[in-house]
C-alpha cells in the first residue's frame, strides 16, 4: 500500500522551474530548477524573497545571484499548523506578514510569514448548505478588506458552479459579484477594480474583463480566438500580465504550450484603444504558471513557473 501523493507530481522526465522576468530590459532569468519538487504559483514577498507551494505545502524560494540556478534543497518550508494540504491558490496579505492560503479542504486561511507556526481560519466552507462550496483565492484588496476569491458550489443535483465573491476576512462571509451560468475564475484587484476571466461574452471560450466599483456588467478586455486566463495587473497599475492558451483548450490545464502576454493597464481602467497584445515568453505550462499574483512590488519584474519534458 502506498501513500497518495501530496500536490501535483512531475511527469516522466520533467522538469519544474522558476523564472524571474525583467520587463524593461525583456529578459528571464532562470532562478531554480528541480526534478524531483513540481513548485506552482510563485508570490514575490520581498526583493529577493518568493512564495510557492510544493508537493502541498508552502515554501520560501530566496532568489541567488545572477548565474546561480538553486535546487530543492534551497526551499525553505513555511509550517501552516492545523492545514493539512494547500493548492497553488495563495496570496499575500498587503502588509507581507501572512500569505492567506487555500487548503485542498475548500477553506482559507492565513497564514504568518516568514516563520509560519499558528493559522487562523478565515471561511466556513464546512457550513451545512445546501450546496457544498470551496473557496479559492487569488486576490486580496489593497487595504486588506476583502479577498477577492473564486466560490465552487456543487449543487445537490451534481451541477458545479464557479462565480467571482468577494470575502470577508473578519467573518469569512462571501458577497457573490458574479451569479451566473458562465464559469469566471482568476479574480484579482487593479487598485479597486477586479479584473478576472470569464466565459460570459463568449461561452467556451475565456477572456480578460474588468468591472468597477458598483458596477454590474463586466468590461470586456481581450477580444481574440485565445483562451486567456489569470490577469494580473503590476503594482503601478501599468502593466497586465496573463497567461494564454491556443484556441479550443478548456479550463486552464497543465502542461501545454502557453504564452505569458503584455498588455497596457489603462484597459482594465476603462481605456479604449487598439493594441496588440506583446508575447513575453512561450513556454511549457498552464496550471500552475502564473495563478496567483506574481509581481514584484516595485512592478519591475515578475516571477513565473514552467515545465519542461525532455522527449
Not at 60 to 77: I, K, M, N, R, Y
Not at 128 to 146: M, N, T
Not at 181 to 200: I, M
Not at 254 to 275: I, K, S
Amino acid at each position: 500500500m502506498t501513500d497518495t501523493p501530496r500536490g501535483r507530481q512531475l511527469l516522466p522526465g520533467q522538469t519544474s522551474r522558476v523564472h524571474v522576468y525583467d520587463v524593461a530590459a525583456r529578459t528571464s532569468r532562470l532562478v531554480f530548477a528541480s526534478d524531483t519538487v513540481l513548485v506552482e504559483a510563485p508570490n514575490v514577498l520581498d526583493a529577493d524573497t518568493l512564495v510557492l507551494n510544493g508537493n502541498g505545502d508552502l515554501w520560501l524560494l530566496h532568489l541567488p545571484e545572477p548565474g546561480t540556478v538553486l535546487d530543492e534543497t534551497a526551499l525553505v518550508p513555511v509550517p501552516m499548523d492545523g492545514v493539512d494540504e494547500i493548492n497553488n491558490d495563495h496570496v499575500l496579505e498587503p502588509s507581507g506578514d501572512a500569505v492567506v492560503v487555500s487548503a485542498r479542504n475548500g477553506e482559507l486561511y492565513r497564514v504568518p510569514l516568514p516563520a509560519g507556526g499558528a493559522t487562523e481560519q478565515l471561511t466556513d466552507a464546512a457550513a451545512e448548505l445546501p450546496v457544498k462550496r470551496k473557496f479559492y483565492l487569488h486576490g486580496i484588496a489593497p487595504d486588506g478588506s476583502s479577498l477577492a476569491s473564486i466560490v465552487g458550489e456543487l449543487s445537490e443535483d451534481g451541477v458545479w458552479t464557479t462565480d467571482v465573491a468577494l470575502v470577508d476576512p473578519a467573518t469569512g462571509a462571501p458577497t457573490f459579484v458574479t451569479r451566473d451560468a458562465f464559469p469566471a475564475d482568476g479574480c484579482s484587484f487593479a487598485g479597486d477594480t477586479l479584473v478576472f476571466n470569464s466565459e460570459v461574452f463568449t461561452p467556451g471560450t475565456a477572456q480578460l474583463v474588468a468591472l468597477a466599483p458598483g458596477a454590474t456588467d463586466p468590461v470586456r478586455i481581450t477580444a481574440d480566438d485565445r483562451v486567456n486566463w489569470f490577469p494580473h495587473v503590476s503594482p503601478d497599475g501599468a502593466h497586465l500580465l496573463y497567461l494564454s492558451y491556443e484556441p479550443g483548450v478548456q479550463g486552464h490545464p497543465a502542461d501545454h504550450r502557453v504564452e505569458l502576454r503584455l498588455l497596457p493597464g489603462v484597459l482594465v481602467r476603462g481605456a479604449r484603444m487598439a493594441v496588440v497584445p506583446e508575447t513575453l515568453v512561450s513556454l511549457e505550462g498552464g496550471q500552475g504558471t502564473v495563478n496567483v499574483p506574481p509581481w514584484a512590488p516595485d512592478s519591475t519584474w515578475f516571477a513565473y513557473c514552467d515545465y519542461p519534458t525532455t522527449r
